[in-house]
T-cell receptor
Framework: AQSVTQLGSHVSVSEGALVLLRCNYS??????LFWYVQYPNQGLQLLLK??????LVKGINGFEAEFKKSETSFHLTKPSAHMSDAAEYFC????????????FGKGTKLSVKP | EAEVAQSPRYKITEKSQAVAFWCDPI?????LYWYRQILGQGPELLVQ????????DSQLPKDRFSAERLKGVDSTLKIQPAELGDSAMYLC?????????????FGPGTRLTVL
């Protein structure tokens, strides 16, 4: 079965520091890849998506992610963390088509220290 | 900006009671999904509709859960009877037909607490 692994259930950074959240997928076929953010008691908001165009994808709020087929990875980065970035982040994959489902990782909770 | 609407936002119920959640997808979106998200986990698909038809309900506990989308627009998810283990966030999402990569737009969710 296809799966998504997010390394680190909890990541803590200082304000202004680099944010790196890791995501690896298990598939021989490159999927479509997504990062979502979830604030407490809210739904999921799309940060960015990889749809087989450019491998470096820029999203909202200064986040970006790079698709690396050789490493089956799609890590999320932001050069400088803000307090408002504290949230839970989910990596998800889809194999496309009208019946394609999103398969989510277990999430990484990001804390930002002042 | 169009959004997925869900109600109620919060629901507290006692075990063995019936509960229902409502979702109104973005106008024109043919595909609608219900997910369950247990605290500390990623969302897991319960049921997927395309228009009024169920596409995938393989993970829906059919002995107690039911879902419908009668006119192919809004949808209701029901649990009867609720159990303690049903406490979770229930998320609804929608996507337009014809997108290759299946981008989904999520509503704010319904937080269910079963006492």
């Amino acid at each position: 079965a296809q799966s998504v692994t997010q390394l680190g259930s909890h990541v803590s950074v200082s304000e202004g520091a680099l944010v790196l959240l890791r995501c690896n997928y298990s598939s021989s076929v490159p999927p479509y890849l997504f990062w979502y953010v979830q604030y407490p008691n809210q739904g999921l908001q799309l940060l960015l998506k990889y749809t087989s165009a450019a491998t470096l994808v820029k999203g909202i709020n200064g986040f970006e992610a790079e698709f690396k087929k050789s490493e089956t990875s799609f890590h999320l980065t932001k050069p400088s963390a803000h307090m408002s970035d504290a949230a839970e982040y989910f990596c998800a994959v889809s194999y496309g088509g009208s019946q394609g489902n999103l398969i989510f990782g277990k999430g990484t909770k990001l804390s930002v220290k002042p | 900006e169009a959004e997925v609407a869900q109600s109620p936002r919060y629901k507290i119920t006692e075990k063995s009671q019936a509960v229902a959640f409502w979702c109104d997808p973005i106008s024109g979106h043919a595909t609608l999904y219900w997910y369950r998200q247990i605290l500390g986990q990623g969302p897991e698909l319960l049921v997927q509709f395309q228009d009024e038809s169920v596409v995938d309900d393989s993970q829906l506990p059919k002995d107690r859960f039911s879902a419908e989308r009668l006119k192919g627009v809004d949808s209701t998810l029901k649990i009867q009877p609720a159990e303690l283990g049903d406490s979770a966030m229930y998320l609804c999402a929608s996507s337009p037909l014809g997108t290759t990569y299946n981008e989904q737009f999520f509503g704010p969710g319904t937080r269910l607490t079963v006492l």
